[in-house]
């Protein structure tokens, strides 16, 4: 239903910054939860962010919390992620995700939609 695509991954150095957009389109998108995850060869696809549908409620997973930011602007239809002091560890495909309700998606199982990815790679 909603249809999203990624932008502005890359390549930045350890304790860098990179944001992450997220343009949706659909007549739904103010209503949907949205997130971001991301995921590595081999390993499952893991929560990084989630926001509701007014953008007043956020979540994020413990790894990332207090380094990301996400926010988003309804009559944008957009998504963003900001992502500071980046590490390492933080190399990873990133995904925007929409859910079929209110609520930003903290779980894989229950996303809508998958943006096609986007390459985020931090070096050491």
């Known amino acids: 239903q909603v249809q999203l695509v990624e932008s502005g991954g890359g390549l930045v150095q350890a304790g860098g910054s990179l944001r992450l957009s997220c343009a949706a389109s659909g007549r739904t998108f103010s209503i949907n939860g949205m997130g971001w995850f991301r995921q590595t060869p081999g390993k499952e696809r893991e929560f990084v962010a989630a926001i509701n549908w007014n953008g007043g409620i956020t979540n994020y997973a413990d790894s990332v919390r207090g380094r990301f930011t996400i926010s988003r602007d309804n009559a944008k239809n957009t998504v963003l992620l900001q992502m500071n002091s980046l590490k390492p560890e933080d190399t990873a495909v990133y995904y925007c995700?929409?859910?079929?309700?209110?609520?930003?998606?903290?779980?894989?199982?229950?996303?809508?939609?998958w943006g096609q990815g986007t390459q985020v790679t931090v070096s050491s």
């Open positions: 995700a929409s859910a079929p309700s209110l609520s930003g998606p903290t779980s894989a199982t229950i996303v809508a939609s």
